[in-house]
């Protein structure tokens, strides 16, 4: 949507027609929504002040963007354009996946820049791990 690939690299978004503009919003909403959960009516339960405690959101939100933008130092402009980034599970994807890339770039074998948001997150494990543990043929990245 942004014009330069999805990662926060590239070039502004601008839209220029109506269609566009409807077209870029309801992509973000439905972002944010699979961001934070799988379920429309769930989304709006949790933002619901009566049953729940926008806080609590508040507080998954940030732990998350706090990692990225200070443990992987990802810039801020990312997350507006990769809202998925809040949904993934700090646990079993965000951390494990940006300790490999941790690694792989302490001995050097991806250089200096961490790889775009996308490429760390948002590929299958499969595809995770053969395009970054397998291919090093690294115990420790492994385990």
């Known amino acids: 949507m942004d014009g330069g690939g999805g990662d926060g690299g590239g070039a502004a978004y601008n839209p220029h027609t109506v269609e566009e503009v409807y077209r870029d919003f309801k992509g973000r909403r439905n972002g944010m929504i699979k961001a934070l959960t799988t379920d429309v009516q769930e989304f709006y339960r949790l933002c619901d002040t009566g049953e729940c405690y926008p806080s609590e959101i508040c507080l998954l939100v940030k732990e998350k ?79």
């Open 65 to 143: 963007i706090e990692f990225a933008l200070n443990q992987m130092n990802w810039p801020l402009k990312v997350v507006p354009l990769f809202p998925q980034l809040l949904g993934y599970s700090m646990e079993k994807r965000i951390v494990p996946r940006c300790n490999v890339i941790k690694a792989l770039i302490a001995k050097g074998l991806l250089g200096s820049e961490s790889p775009s948001i996308p490429c760390v997150l948002a590929y299958t494990n499969e595809a995770f791990l053969k395009r970054y543990v397998m291919k090093h043929d690294d115990k420790q990245l492994v385990t």
